[in-house]
């Protein structure tokens, strides 16, 4: 459905989007995360046709978007973060003279109604739209960008400023609408992410870091962390595991019963220090009561990978271990 190769987007002398590459399937649900300024608005507007990027290609079911922009579009369907409405019409006015300006060939009435019943806006048709809620302004939106039925839709932070119920519901929606077309749902509530999509991408400063599913996500991004339980003096424990080659870090994690506490450690990468963990403690004669790698949240993921190089985790995630394809990670830096 959508393919992007070496997307740059340069400003004066700051690069938004630095060399991005991925590509997204018909009935995929993608998750587009990244911290504030990390490009995601960006890439979706040059993805939308909304802006064009200074180097790359975006491709849309085979067609350059630069080279055919009409039909590209007619193939996708935008939300941004501050829906396009018109506050003095109604609804019903609003998609109609959107119907109208874009162009679109399908049956009028029935189109309309057909979005407005999966949208939830029906009793909401013949209303004013600046006197609607929030939650309903962003359904509007979203009806709008899903006139003409086009194969991919777009959707910039959708659920900002809605109610629990109201996210909820748009939730349900968005995993519905991923059924029939593809999905990019961009969101800074993590646990959205992870519930709707079945695939992330993370970028940072302009460059995407990493491309996988939300499990593996959490799961690489804690590959080389341990939680070692041991009976013994925690400040000697402490020093003892901070000398051990191959540890990178070594912090006091708690105390989980009288006299046995808890350590988080970070080993090097490619490096497994359990063996060697068991001989040091075994000959300081500090029973090992447990040990196992620690699990880690998708947001626990999300803050180290968005952290900077001294997370070590940008080389795991360009090592290929994630769900990219070496072709698609051609530009992620």
């Given amino acids: ?23 997204l399937g018909d009935h995929e649900v993608l998750g587009f995360l990244g911290p504030n300024g990390a490009g995601k608005s960006t890439t979706m507007q040059i993805i939308a046709g909304y802006t064009s990027s200074t180097a790359g290609t975006v491709k849309v079911n085979g067609r350059e978007i630069l080279e055919d922009p009409i039909g590209c579009k007619r193939q996708i369907g935008y939300l941004p973060e501050r829906p396009p409405l018109y506050p003095d019409m109604t609804v019903g006015a609003y998609l109609s003279f959107m119907f109208d300006l874009k162009k679109v060939r399908l049956p009028k009435k029935d189109h309309i109604a057909e979005i407005c019943a999966s949208v939830g806006i029906v009793d909401a048709r013949e209303r004013i739209i600046k006197n609607l809620s929030k939650g309903y302004q962003q359904r509007v939106g979203l009806a709008q960008a899903m006139l003409g039925d086009p194969g991919l839709l777009i959707l910039d932070e959708p659920t900002v400023g809605l109610d629990p119920k109201q996210i909820l519901e748009v939730r349900n929606l968005i995993r519905e609408l991923g059924k029939r077309r593809a999905v990019i749902f961009s969101s800074h509530i993590l646990q959205e992410i992870q519930t709707v999509c079945g695939r992330i991408i993370i970028i940072n400063n302009g460059a995407l870091i990493a491309d996988d599913t939300p499990e593996r996500l959490s799961a690489l991004a804690g590959e080389h962390t341990l939680l070692l339980g041991v009976e013994g003096p925690p400040e000697e424990v402490l020093e003892a ?10 912090e006091q994690a708690g105390s989980p019963e009288s006299g046995v506490f808890e350590f988080l450690l970070e080993s090097e990468a490619g490096r497994d220090v359990r063996r060697d963990l068991f001989r040091l403690l075994a000959g300081k004669g500090w029973p090992v009561l447990s040990l196992r790698k620690s699990g880690m949240s998708l947001e626990d993921a999300f803050l180290r990978l968005t952290a ?21 990670g051609d530009g992620a830096q």
């Fill in 1 to 23: 459905m959508l393919e992007l190769r070496g997307v740059t987007k340069v400003y004066g002398s700051r690069k938004a989007v630095d060399n991005i590459s991925f590509s």
């Fill in 241 to 250: 595991l901070r000398a051990l080659p191959g540890l990178k870090s070594a």
């Fill in 308 to 328: 900077g190089d001294s997370s070590g985790l940008f080389a795991l995630f360009k090592s290929g271990k994630t769900g990219a394809s070496e072709s698609e």
